[in-house]
């Protein structure tokens, strides 16, 4: 079975990322915001993250940076989740070393497409 | 009889019969969620004088009917042989307070005779049909008639 | 759809929690208190409800919140000075998104004009700094398009009917690696919409010493066949369009059967070979076979996880059904045990039998057991308090005067039940307080106060019970005032003597109101009374106390539960009944000089020198036909909600305790005066009276016929 990290600091999209992810198979590990995430990295090897861009602590794209800059982790496919669907904020999704996005509020099967996409 | 009875005339049921004084009653297994020995119940105020009181069933606050008097026969004086049987209608519980069980029952439908145009008018709108058995006559109660609007009327 | 509503009930919850960030934050923010950590916090609140709005369709509350949220980010950027006419309108703003959350979950609709205004407000907040609307502008509707953006336009265009052929000339850059996308997977997807056939261009690969493990060498070229349109095509590539050459053609002829270099059958080779070239780099962590850990670290590895499992789950969710299960099994288990004691006791067990040390070291943890119970339904008061901050700033604003709220013990904790009908007697109390406490800000400023008026709220515990003060610095309550009224009403006698206290709890006098007009803020009908009577609906009680000048307090105190009530047990006839703690004034022995009979059937005692009817329970309720001499029972003084007091004749009082509290109406009915049922020691049921009710109906049998209504009852059933 697949795991995936999703890192969100709300609760609401955390249960609506873990609902259709375990509804599609996969397993689901969570963690509330970029710090937590990367200390959630130290105990599991995800297949595919998925993470929120505006959160407390780190952001998103800290995260992403961090993952990045770490060897071990660095293949990981970051999936970004974002309510901003201007070209811009990809951009900066991009250049910190996102695989890929999900514009919120997202249709599951397209959710499940694009970590399959990444992940397959 | 209702239509719902005429359905199909082989249909078992079982049937727990008690008495009252003289006379033998009987209702429907399904209805019946336990029998229990009598406990003096605590009486309620300004309740109908059918109404025994409640009693505490395992948490559960529950009234108990004096089915005698219910059915407008005599009050039930309780002996040691009185027993409480517990019935659930729909999500109230309530407790009927008879003299003793005596037999569980298993009638097909055809068994069932439509209620004699003879007994009071009070038994008739409890009593659903007359069952014989070995020279024995049961009449089969509607569980679902017991629990009087007056339960809710006391309010 | 179940698990889609659980997540909605989340999403309410979370929104609750986040609109109080927004209102901390923004009253920090008023304040000049605020640093970019509360300002962060207070964007990424409102983006959360856009977010989890936009999930549930709330169309209107995505609008509003993504203004609001533009506006924020101003701030959050630094574009936008915040200042107190700023605040009060990102205040009012958080106000509309309160009410467009409650709308969203089925509360009243929101005043359109009301948020247009705020929307305007918001705006124009933008506006004078300039240049802001970027973020807003371009996709100023995009938190309402729900279309997820990987969908493009030609796939809106409606997909074509047939095949189309498909050219696609894929050259990924070193980048697409390093953000983790993968060639391999891509192009399988290619193939996946349709039939086809991929060609690997293996001319840029260097030689081995020149070659960068991470470099990207390989170009390839897909021929598609499908009837999925190009713009499926193009999704597939959508997040490595930046980090690779490609080209998608369409290619008139069908020539799905026209084999490129390495055709059809060399593609699972071609795809080995390529996996074993673009996994190498990444073999440490593409999780390919497990490899075997060493304990060592896979011990480290556990104890993380663990702990990691400690830091998420600090808290459960919990069905309140479960723990209502729960609650009443201990309250099961409490009656038990107390059967047990005195079963054991009844037996002729030795106090310190072994059995009957048992018994109580069982009692103690039995209590234990139920007071954690209880504990789980406790909440903290904070999210009553929550509402009070714009409560007070709305009531402030209607009435013209200037109030700031301050609150202390938010933690103290209570029964859920209880919580849920503190709200509304703690708001009508705060807006007594404004309107009739808080004087205008020039006659505060003439009485030498500060022209801001304070008002304070409190939640202590005390003594088993939740105890909440209101208190005000305004003029304090006007006793001469409010005497004449109560006279003019006839609520008193016009020669009657009052203390202080005595004449300030007038104002809870049913018909009693201190504003000739009715304000348009006490205009919802409610006076004190009504406030009295549903605080002692709950089992409390509420008084106020004010100094001239200075101020009142409004002390209300509440039984931490309502699933249990302190009682007195007593006997009326053979049935023993709980009369509620709360509403006993005391107890007394009547002697034979203190009883007298009023009208045909009724009896007054005289309790230092006033005449309170006295009602014989066991007769009232029907346990006996005839009443017994009141010498030979028990007195208790009880007080109903509307202050009258009444005395309560008992054959005997067994003595104080804690019962669990019993529906009679689940299985039977209301029965006329009795509030409720409970289990005591021995097992038997026994009724908890309503005191207000069983009064008020002697009273008016007295009036009425002087005939007890159960008997003509239980007469005509008979």
């Known amino acids: 079975m697949k795991t995936v990290l999703t890192i969100d600091d709300s609760r609401t999209m955390r249960e609506m990322l873990r609902r259709t992810l375990e509804g599609a198979g996969f397993a689901v590990v969570q963690a509330e915001d970029g710090r937590h995430g990367v200390e959630v990295l130290e105990a599991c090897q995800p297949h595919v993250i998925i993470t929120d861009v505006n959160m407390p602590r780190m952001d998103g794209l800290e995260f992403i940076e961090t993952v990045r800059g770490d060897a071990r982790r660095r293949v990981v496919p970051i999936l970004v989740l974002t309510t901003e669907s201007d070209a811009e904020k990809k951009a900066r999704a991009r250049a910190a070393g996102a695989t890929g996005w999900i514009v919120k509020p997202f249709d599951p099967q397209k959710l499940v497409d694009a970590v399959n996409r990444v992940s397959l | 009889m209702s239509s719902d009875d005429m359905r199909d005339a082989t249909t078992k049921r079982e049937l727990i019969a008690f008495r009252i004084g003289e006379q033998e009653f009987c209702v429907d297994i399904t209805t019946v969620r336990e029998i229990r020995g009598f406990v003096p119940a605590t009486p309620l105020p300004h309740a109908p004088a059918y109404v025994n009181g409640v009693i505490n069933l395992r948490g559960t606050v529950l009234p108990v009917i004096d089915l005698g008097l219910r059915m407008g026969l005599a009050r039930i004086e309780p002996t040691a042989r009185s027993v409480i049987v517990v019935a659930k209608m729909e999500h109230q519980l309530f407790g009927l307070l008879v003299d003793a069980v005596s037999d569980i029952l298993t009638v097909t439908d055809e068994a069932i005779q439509p209620t004699p145009n003879v007994a009071s008018e009070l038994a008739q709108s409890f009593v659903r049909g007359v069952i014989a058995l070995e020279g024995r006559m049961i009449s089969l109660i509607a569980a679902e008639a017991i629990p009087p609007r007056q339960l809710d009327m006391a309010a | ?198 060609a690997c261009d293996t001319g840029a690969v260097p030689t081995l010493d020149a070659l960068d493990p991470e470099g990207a060498y390989l170009s390839w070229t897909i021929v598609l066949s499908t009837t999925a349109g190009e713009a499926a095509v193009r999704e597939i590539f959508e997040f490595v369009e930046l980090d690779c050459d490609l080209t998608i053609e369409t290619v008139s002829a069908p020539s799905t059967a026209e084999a490129q270099p390495g055709g059809d059958a060399d593609i699972a080779a071609l795809l080995a070979r390529m996996q074993a070239e673009i996994a190498q780099p990444a073999a440490e962590m593409d999780a390919t076979p497990p490899q075997p850990v060493p304990p060592e670290a896979e011990r480290r590895k556990t104890t993380r996880r663990a702990e990691d499992g400690v830091a998420t789950a600090s808290s459960i969710r919990v069905e309140l059904e479960r723990v209502d299960r729960l609650i009443d099994l201990v309250g099961e288990l409490v009656i038990h045990q107390v059967m047990l004691a005195q079963r054991a006791a009844q037996a002729g067990l030795a106090a310190r039998s072994e059995v009957a040390v048992g018994f109580d070291e069982l009692e103690q943890l039995t209590r234990e057991i139920q007071d954690s119970v209880m504990a789980i339904r406790a909440q903290p008061v904070k999210s009553v308090f929550q509402k009070l901050p714009r409560l007070v700033r709305e009531v402030a604003g209607v009435t013209g005067k200037s109030v700031g709220l301050v609150t202390e013990g938010e933690y103290t904790e209570v029964d859920k039940t209880v919580i849920e009908r503190l709200s509304d007697p703690l708001t009508h109390m705060i807006r007594n307080a404004i309107d009739h406490g808080i004087e205008t800000p020039d006659r505060r400023i003439a009485a030498g106060k500060p022209a801001e008026g304070t008002i304070r709220v409190a939640a202590m515990h005390r003594s088993g019970r939740i105890v909440i003060e209101v208190s005000d610095d305004g003029a304090g309550i006007d006793r001469p005032v409010v005497r004449d009224i109560a006279v003019g009403k006839g609520l008193i006698p016009a020669g009657a003597q009052l203390s202080d206290d005595e004449t300030d709890n007038l104002i809870f006098l049913p018909g009693f109101s201190t504003k000739e007009a009715v304000s348009e803020l006490s205009g919802r009908g409610v006076g004190m009374d009504v406030v009295k009577r549903s605080i002692q609906a709950l089992g409390g009680r509420v008084s106020i106390s004010s100094q001239p000048g200075k101020g009142s307090v409004f002390t209300m105190s509440l039984p931490l539960t309502l699933a249990v009530l302190d009682g007195m047990v007593v006997t009326a006839g053979d049935s023993a009944l709980v009369v509620p703690i709360t509403a006993i004034v005391e107890t007394l022995k009547p002697r034979r000089g203190d009883v007298s009979s009023f009208g045909r059937d009724n009896a007054l005692i005289n309790v230092r020198d006033s005449f309170l009817p006295l009602i014989d329970v066991a007769c009232e309720l029907g346990y006996r036909a005839t009443p017994t001499d009141p010498v030979l029972g028990v007195v208790v003084l009880v007080e109903s909600d509307n202050g009258q007091r009444s005395a309560l004749l008992f054959d005997a009082i067994q003595g104080q305790r804690q019962v669990v509290i019993k529906s009679l109406e689940a299985n039977y009915g209301r029965v006329p005066g009795v509030a409720a049922a409970t289990i005591m020691g021995d097992g038997r049921v026994a009724l908890i009276l309503d005191v207000d009710m069983l009064t008020a109906q002697s009273r008016f049998e007295q009036i009425a016929s002087g005939q007890p209504a159960f008997n003509s009852f239980v007469q005509a059933a008979e």
């Open chain 3, 1 to 198: 759809m179940s698990a889609m509503d659980d997540i909605r009930q989340t999403f309410f919850e979370e929104c609750a929690e986040q609109m109080t960030e927004v209102e901390t934050g923004l009253l920090a923010m008023e304040a000049g208190a605020a640093d970019a950590d509360t300002v962060n916090a207070v964007f990424r609140a409102v983006h959360s409800i856009k977010g989890g709005a936009g999930a549930f369709n709330f169309t209107e509350l995505v609008a509003f919140a993504h203004v609001f949220e533009t506006t924020l980010d101003a701030v959050r950027a630094g574009r936008l000075t915040v200042g107190a006419e700023q605040a009060a309108v990102l205040l009012r703003a958080a106000d509309v998104l309160a009410d467009l959350v409650a709308a969203a979950h089925g509360g009243a609709g929101v005043d359109a004009e009301r948020r247009e205004a705020s929307s305007g407000e918001l705006a124009k907040l933008l506006g004078e700094e300039g240049g802001v609307a970027d973020a807003g502008e371009g996709d100023g509707m995009e938190g309402l398009d729900f279309t997820p953006v990987a969908v493009s336009f030609e796939d809106l265009a409606g997909g074509p009917a047939g095949a189309q052929d498909f050219r696609i000339v894929f050259r990924p850059h070193a980048g697409l690696y390093a953000k983790a996308n993968e060639a391999l997977r891509l192009i399988r997807e290619c193939l996946a919409l349709g039939e086809g056939s991929v």
